[in-house]
């Protein structure tokens, strides 16, 4: 049975109204006395307020939707926790939807889901080209997360994938490091956060006069321990392996440290490996595992920020913004040691 507002009065024997106001934290005009009582009545009756209606009587929305390939992935599911944090204390409900990288899917994100009740998308996307994103037909507000540029009229919040790649790489060289491998080198869609990741490896090893021959360049399709385990067997099978691998999410880093150690190859001493996203589990890996840190609360709340202000300003010809966050090289266990201090 759905429990109303009448069914709350009635219980704390006081009127609609005065439910009204506790619900919606209008305090000043209710006593503590009949605030309590109407609290131990909504917890009797396990009241829940109807949002559909509040928001649709308001004539606007505080609900916000984030759209992410898949909550599986460490990554995204830490994202989606800042997300909602920072949505939390700006006043913004946000609900996650999963998008399986699925272009179809992403679009539909991005239209707001069909649903009046959205009131602005924030959306990582994976698979979604330019010419498909230029063909969503709502106005919902848009922010965009990720290094790709569409090119088309939405804020965007990015990480330089460059920069952070190039910084992983001089880590190792700096090391004396010289034979560099890379594993989660695709270049083609839908995997877009890879080629400049790679593009940034091959500027550091060109600057510190090194190359990166073909066969140190491992491809993947999704990111996954999996992934990362296979290719460093591959990597440790060649007849001159690399004494240092730059993996391009810390899920493959994890599954090559496991695969190296099955192979009796010792990390660092042997083969030194980096990541990227320092997820919560490299921090507990054995060794523990160096990444670049993208600032994932940063990027929650710049995605937040510019979708409320959009949500609040609705202004087609206000310029939209391309947000940069920072970033920064975590430095642990599998370059330097477990216990030993970075360089």
């Not at 290094?147 to 088309?152: I, R, W």
């Not at 940034?200 to 190359?211: D, F, K, V, Y």
């Not at 959009?310 to 920072?326: E, F, L, Y």
């Amino acid at each position: 049975m759905v429990v109303r507002l009448k069914d709350v009065a009635e219980r704390a024997g006081v009127s609609i109204k005065t439910v009204s106001n506790v619900v919606n934290g209008n305090f000043p005009h209710v006593s503590a006395a009949t605030r309590a009582n109407v609290e131990r009545a909504i917890d009797e009756l396990q009241y829940t307020p109807n949002l559909t209606a509040r928001h649709l009587r308001a004539g606007r929305t505080t609900i916000a939707a984030l759209g992410v390939p898949s909550l599986q992935q460490p990554y995204f599911a830490e994202l989606a926790g800042a997300v909602m944090s920072a949505g939390k204390a700006a006043g913004l409900t946000v609900i996650v939807e999963e998008t399986g990288g699925v272009p179809a899917v992403e679009l539909a994100v991005a239209d707001g889901l069909g649903s009046s009740l959205v009131g602005g998308v924030i959306l990582s996307p994976l698979a979604l080209s330019r010419r498909k994103l230029a063909q969503r037909t709502g106005a919902v507000p848009l922010v965009l997360l990720g290094e790709h540029s569409y090119g088309l009229d939405c804020d965007h919040v990015v990480l330089d994938n460059v920069t952070a790649a190039r910084q992983a790489t001089e880590h190792l060289i700096g090391l004396g490091r010289t034979r560099i491998a890379v594993i989660g080198a695709q270049i083609k869609a839908p995997f877009r956060t890879a080629k400049p990741r790679l593009e940034g490896a091959i500027a550091a090893l060109r600057a510190a006069g090194l190359t990166m021959p073909p066969e140190y360049r491992e491809p993947t399709g999704p990111f996954s321990r999996q992934a990362g385990a296979e290719r460093m067997q591959r990597l440790l099978a060649l007849d001159n392996p690399p004494d240092a691998v730059f993996c391009f999410s810390d899920l493959l880093a994890l599954g090559a440290i496991w695969a190296a150690h099955e192979a009796g190859a010792r990390v660092p001493e042997d083969i030194a490996v980096v990541g990227f996203d320092d997820i919560e589990e490299g921090r507990y890996s054995i060794p523990t595992l160096t990444t670049i840190s993208p600032d994932k609360p940063q990027l929650a709340r710049l995605a937040v920020s510019l979708l409320q202000d959009r949500m609040k300003s609705r202004d087609p010809s206000r310029q939209h913004v391309t947000a940069n966050i920072g970033h920064r090289l975590v430095v642990r266990g599998s370059t330097c040691g477990d216990g030993v201090a970075p360089a």
